[in-house]
């Protein structure tokens, strides 16, 4: 992943960890892979990184209606608690959930990042 443009720098904060920056990644399950890169790149420069739980369901393991609310209503407590966003709309994907979250996070006025932006053919964050 190379960044086109508004890299996002290093940051040491040294002692006052009120000042680290919190993003809360959104986006599809589909690009786990992509969510595990840009998470760790985030924080190797420094900034709190939230990200979405994602599940694996077998025959086995199910998660209920009530569970999969339960888990999108902290995903929208990790955007509240967030600086900002970052959208992971890898092939210029935006599904139906994380529109809501783009617009939740509007409404609560964050700033909005998209992976698109900071991302050509090459690998680097």
Known sequence: MMLKKHKIEYTN?????SKIKVITLCGS???MKE????EANLSLK???VLSPIFFEQSKTSKITK?????LGNMHF????L???IFVMDVGGYI???TRKEIAFAKSNNKNIRYYSAFISDSTCI
């Open 77 to 80: 407590r990790k955007i509240e």
């Open 35 to 38: 969510f595990k890169e840009v």
């Open 95 to 97: 599904g139906e959930s």
């Open 82 to 84: 967030a600086d900002e």
């Open 66 to 70: 009530e569970v999969a609310q339960l």
């Open 29 to 31: 399950a589909k690009f």
């Open 46 to 48: 420094g900034i709190a």
């Open 13 to 17: 904060y040294g002692e006052d960890v």
